[in-house]
């Protein structure tokens, strides 16, 4: 059973930036697409980014492309996010999430795995 476990979630000042890490344990990383999702309170959840397996293919929304960077080290089993430039409608719970597929894709439902959440809260 693969576990995912979210950090680096934080208060942060509108334009500063923070780092997500999502590990991963219990199975074999490098098999596995990732992707973040976040959630606001009264929201849907929406995808913030996609990674292939090796890495090599990323997606982003419009709502953070140019922003927001997603990466992965396979020999650390930690995909990380790297937000820039925050903004306060990024304000929300951030989750990872990882399907047995070699690239992501934007639907939550065919994930197989989630973290528990790291909350960012950015203020104005």
């Known amino acids: 059973q693969v576990q995912l476990v979210e950090s680096g979630g934080g208060l942060v000042q509108a334009g500063g930036s923070l780092r997500l890490s999502c590990t991963a344990s219990g199975g074999t990383f490098s098999s596995y697409a990732m992707a973040w999702f976040r959630q606001a309170p009264g929201k849907e959840r929406n995808i913030v980014a996609t990674i292939s397996r090796s890495g090599s293919s990323t997606y982003y929304p419009d709502s953070v492309k140019g922003r927001f960077t997603i990466s992965r080290d396979n020999a650390k089993n930690t995909v990380y996010l790297q937000m820039n430039s925050l903004k306060p409608e990024d304000t929300a719970n951030y989750y990872c999430?990882?399907?047995?597929?070699?690239?992501?894709?934007?639907?939550?439902?065919?994930?197989?795995?989630w973290g528990q959440g790291t909350q960012v809260t950015v203020s104005s």
């Open positions: 999430a990882g399907r047995q597929q070699r690239v992501g894709v934007i639907y939550g439902y065919t994930y197989d795995y």
